[in-house]
């Protein structure tokens, strides 16, 4: 088992950027695929971002591909979300999850979840 904790969130301009930081204890985020998702109030949940195990793949919603980019060190067992040109649509809690799947987008797929952090885009 895993715990997964979010940090990094904030109140950032549009066309800013943010870091998030997943840290795992308990086990090492390479026993896991590692994704990050968000949930805007009203919304459902959706995926973001994964990387595989390896590191060798990254997975992106079409939404912030070319803007976020996903990265792991399993190192510090930590993975990261690096989010550049915010924009008014990217406000919302993200959760940083592992599953035991190789590859999933789906969040039900995914069995180990972090509290999240607020990220907030003025304009």
């Known amino acids: 088992q895993v715990q997964l904790v979010e940090s990094g969130g904030g109140l950032v301009q549009a066309g800013g950027s943010l870091r998030l930081s997943c840290a795992a204890s308990?086990?090492?985020?390479?026993?896991?695929?590692m994704g990050w998702f968000r949930q805007a109030p009203g919304t459902e949940r959706e995926f973001v971002a994964a990387?595989?195990?390896?590191?060798?793949?990254?997975y992106y919603a079409d939404s912030v591909k070319g803007r976020f980019t996903i990265a792991r060190d399993n190192a510090k067992n930590t993975v990261y979300l690096q989010m550049n040109s915010l924009k008014p649509e990217d406000p919302a809690v993200y959760y940083c999850?592992?599953?035991?799947?190789?590859?999933?987008?789906?969040?039900?797929?995914?069995?180990?979840w972090g509290q999240g952090t607020q990220v907030t885009v003025s304009s």
């Open positions: 990387i595989s195990r390896s590191e060798s793949s990254t």
């Open positions: 999850a592992a599953s035991i799947r190789s590859y999933t987008r789906r969040r039900n797929e995914y069995n180990y």
């Open positions: 308990g086990r090492t985020v390479s026993s896991y695929f």
